[in-house]
């Protein structure tokens, strides 16, 4: 009886290929983590030789002793900070999907409502915050958060969008409607998946600008109401509490790393089967 080739070898250049792209994505972790180690011990070095104040810089030790410290309280505010940015990352995709699907099915629906969303782009959100916080009133912050996080979130999604279901393949378009598909289907089995891509490229882009709309708009907000981060980075600076501050800051970074690595993923999972920029990732 012959046996099947499942219990065989995988070939030399699958190995190949294999081990490299193990190597790939070591190097790629191992090199920024000795990066960050030397940095951090040449600012210790640095504050200490130079006995720089800490309340001008504070050495890294410092710094890692006050978030421990104060890590229920910058915790807490963490918890507030992620739950806006989230919110006003879901709406600005429900949000900018829909109205680009509608943009693909009325040409003269796009013309009229593309140019107030570029509008709503290009108008600073910290200019507009104190008309939003008046607007929604000073007892519902939370509201106004979130309305400004979604502004800055929101064009990402709705621009590569529309760019990504206009850049279906004529022909297969074409196929369609030969076929008589009605403009669902067609939307459905062509455009979608063409504009993926554009999607999961401008979802990583809205994912950072919602954390930064929010940050703005805790600092715009300049209350005890909204107890995000930026409201602890705020007391904490009035107080002269650098060490917290840059805790604070320190957990800001490692939340937009984390929003950026989480969509990066869904990208790679997503794509790596069919799509070019997903075999070039160092995720994969």
Same mark, same amino acid.
């Given at each position: 009886?012959?046996?099947g080739n499942q219990g065989a ?15 790939? =994505?070591? &190097?790629? /972790?191992?090199?920024? *983590?000795? #990066?960050?180690?030397?940095? @951090?011990?040449?600012?210790? $070095? ?96 939370? =509201?106004? &958060?979130? /309305?400004?996080?979604? *502004?800055? #979130?929101?064009?990402?999604? @709705?621009?590569?969008?529309? $760019? ?9 378009l074409a196929l369609m409607r030969l ?83 989480? &969509? ?21």
């Open positions: 009886m012959i046996r070898e995988k070939p030399m250049w699958r190995q190949a290929a294999e081990t490299d792209g193990r190597g790939r =994505r070591i &190097l790629a /972790i191992a090199m920024p *983590v000795l #990066a960050g180690l030397f940095a @951090l011990a040449g600012w210790e $070095l640095a504050v200490a030789i130079a006995q720089i104040p800490p309340f001008v810089l504070p050495a890294p030790s410092a710094i890692g002793a006050a978030l421990v410290a104060d890590f229920p309280s910058l915790a807490a505010s963490l918890w507030q900070t992620v739950r806006i940015t989230g919110q006003a990352f879901v709406l600005a995709v429900v949000s900018g999907v829909g109205l680009s699907l509608l943009f693909s099915q009325s040409r003269v629906i796009e013309m009229t409502l593309f140019p107030f969303a570029v509008i709503l782009q290009v108008t600073p959100i910290i200019a507009i915050a104190p008309l939003i916080l008046i607007w929604v009133g000073f007892d519902h912050a939370d =509201r106004a &958060l979130l /309305i400004m996080a979604w *502004v800055a #979130a929101f064009f990402p999604i @709705l621009s590569n969008m529309t $760019l990504g279901l206009r850049s279906a393949d004529p022909n297969l076929y008589g598909a009605s403009r669902v289907q067609t939307a459905r089995f062509v455009q979608l998946p063409a504009a993926l891509p554009f999607l999961l490229s401008g979802m990583k882009i809205s994912g950072g600008l919602a954390l930064i709309g929010t940050v703005v708009a805790e600092f715009v907000a300049g209350s005890g109401a909204s107890t995000g981060l930026a409201w602890r980075i705020m007391e904490a600076g009035n107080r002269l509490e650098i060490p917290r501050m840059f805790a604070a800051l320190i957990l800001l970074s490692l939340l937009g790393i984390a929003i950026f690595f989480l &969509l990066s993923l869904l990208e790679t999972l997503l794509l790596r089967r069919w799509h070019d920029s997903a075999r070039q990732s160092v995720l994969r």
